[in-house]
């Protein structure tokens, strides 16, 4: 059974950083390309940071230069490190897996909360 389960998010001041991270019970981890997404009451969810099989990466544009993506496929995770935090990037942040349509999954979700 494919289990994503997320972990690092808390309770962090403006301007703070946080360290999320991903673990994938996933046979051929290496294959897939994960994703961390966001999801803000009342918002819809939306792609945060993605990167590839290949190590590509993407971001959304309001994270650029203070996110960054990484994976370590030996341990089948996937980190996302967050700095200079606002309090607009408060969320549930979720891990997604994908090797296409058939092989799309997601974790349960971690809170991220930036308040002073």
């Known amino acids: 059974q494919v289990r994503l389960v997320e972990s690092g998010g808390g309770l962090v001041q403006p301007g703070g950083s946080l360290s999320l991270s991903c673990a994938a019970s996933?046979?051929?981890?290496?294959?897939?390309?994960m994703g961390w997404y966001r999801q803000a009451p009342g918002k819809q969810r939306e792609l945060v940071a993605a990167?590839?099989?290949?190590?590509?990466?993407n971001y959304e544009d309001s994270v650029k230069g203070r996110f960054t993506i990484s994976r370590d496929n030996a341990k089948k995770t996937v980190y996302l490190q967050m700095n200079s935090l606002k309090r607009e990037d408060t969320a549930v942040y979720y891990c997604?897996?994908?090797?296409?349509?058939?092989?799309?999954?997601w974790g349960l979700g971690t809170q991220v909360t930036v308040s002073s």
């Open positions: 997604n897996a994908n090797a296409g349509a058939t092989w799309n999954y």
């Open positions: 996933i046979n051929m981890f290496s294959l897939y390309a």
């Open positions: 990167i590839t099989s290949s190590d590509s990466t």
